[in-house]
């Protein structure tokens, strides 16, 4: 069992930036994929970013690519995520998921074993 909390989200204007937190719980961490998804009002969770359990391969929707950075630390047994260049429609709660038998490209929610209970980030224009 592993718990994930995030921490970080708020309100910020565009073009501006945040930094997510994740910090996980239970089984080891460093055996995980991990990934953040976004869900907007009405819409359907999506894919942000996905990091290895080493941390040297990431993977990140287009939407994202330039803008977003993904890191852990494995040792502090936390998932980031640094947002920047934000824009209105980045508006979502952001969730940190772990996936076991998973890989860095996994991008369907569903694949993922564990989440988080969300942050809400707020871009304004």
């Known amino acids: 069992q592993v718990q994930l909390v995030e921490s970080g989200g708020g309100l910020v204007q565009a073009g501006g930036s945040l930094r997510l937190s994740c910090a996980a719980s239970?089984?080891?961490?460093?055996?995980?994929?991990m990934a953040w998804f976004r869900q907007a009002p009405g819409k359907e969770r999506e894919f942000v970013a996905a990091?290895?359990?080493?941390?040297?391969?990431?993977y990140y929707a287009d939407s994202v690519k330039g803008r977003f950075t993904i890191s852990r630390d494995n040792a502090k047994n936390t998932l980031y995520l640094q947002m920047n260049s934000l824009k209105p429609e980045d508006t979502a709660v952001y969730y940190c998921?772990?996936?076991?038998?998973?890989?860095?490209?996994?991008?369907?929610?569903?694949?993922?074993?564990?989440w988080g209970q969300g942050t809400q980030v707020t871009v304004s224009s």
């Open positions: 239970g089984r080891s961490f460093s055996s995980y994929v």
């Open positions: 990091i290895g359990w080493s941390g040297t391969r990431t």
């Open positions: 998921a772990a996936d076991l038998h998973g890989i860095v490209t996994d991008t369907t929610p569903s694949r993922y074993d564990y």
